[in-house]
């Protein structure tokens, strides 16, 4: 007697099937967030092109008619952006270079040194992310005019390298504490001392962390406004959020061409900052797996 043959198409297993139905989704959910995420910076450059009489327009088109490069002559004449972007640039790379420094050990004392002290400064870190700017820029305020450092570019870089330091110290704390510690003891039993094993090991394995806190403190120094705001008066010593205000006017209008293409000029250095720093991070990357 034969057996009937079912016809019945065979079901794909339902994890395959999730897959299959999930990964565009996943594509359809990137592309939603890189579109919100790029949208604001296409704005601007389209806004930095555009005529006063497009911005102003009734029915203002998405894209300019033509590449008009005014706005761009005007905001560099009129608000000397690139003496600002010397000052931020200084004030930026010089709270970024002494983070990194004062971090760096710390970070590893924090992670390999179980002592009483580390509840106590990892309280501390938590604690100063808590305090809001208004609360103690008056104190901080007289604090710096009792030692001659208001209006100065040193004051403000030891401002930007204390409110920066404690998420900095924080974040490289978190790229130790994830390195095996099996592979310093390997190089202290192959006869390496404290300070080869940090060079040869660590550093090379740590190099993503250094890379992520340098640009998460670059980028904050420099666009803070609030600190150079009180701190800053003379106009030759502003940094170029400073300077990005001037094109609000004292009743509230904007001058929208120049302030894009300004802001779109400002925004520059961090994304050169950014494409050279993300070779070192895949580098690092890379080298610390081969030295590891």
Do not use: C
């Amino acid at each position: 007697m034969t057996r009937a043959v079912s016809t019945k198409p065979t079901r794909m297993p339902s994890s395959a099937a999730g897959r299959r139905i999930g990964r565009p989704l996943q594509y359809l959910a990137l592309a939603g967030y890189m579109i919100f995420l790029g949208f604001p910076l296409l704005f601007l450059i389209l806004a930095a092109f555009k005529t006063p009489q497009e911005l102003q327009s009734a029915n203002p088109s998405f894209l300019p008619n033509s590449l008009n490069f005014d706005n761009f002559i005007a905001a560099i004449d009129k608000a000397n952006l690139i003496h600002a972007a010397g000052n931020s640039l200084i004030v930026a790379v010089s709270t970024t270079v002494i983070v990194t420094i004062i971090s760096l050990p710390a970070a590893y004392a924090l992670a390999r040194f179980r002592t009483k002290m580390r509840g106590i400064a990892t309280g501390w870190i938590l604690l100063s992310q808590v305090f809001p700017f208004i609360l103690i820029i008056i104190p901080l305020f007289l604090v710096l005019k009792q030692i001659g450092l208001v209006n100065n570019l040193v004051g403000l870089i030891l401002v930007y390298t204390v409110w920066s330091l404690p998420f900095a110290l924080w974040m490289l704390q978190g790229y130790v504490a994830g390195i095996p510690v099996e592979l310093e003891e390997a190089g202290a039993m192959d006869g390496g001392s404290r300070l080869l094993i940090l060079r040869r090991i660590v550093l090379p394995l740590l190099a993503p962390g250094l890379v992520a806190t340098s640009l998460f403190t670059f980028i904050s120094s420099w666009n803070e406004f609030f600190f150079a705001l009180v701190l800053i008066q003379d106009p030759e010593l502003q940094t170029l959020p400073l300077t990005l205000a001037r094109f609000v006017g004292a009743e509230g209008q904007v001058q929208l061409g120049q302030l894009a293409a300004a802001a779109l000029l400002a925004t520059i250095p961090s994304l050169v900052f950014f494409a050279l720093i993300q070779r070192r991070l895949t580098s690092g990357l890379m080298s610390g797996a081969v030295k590891g």
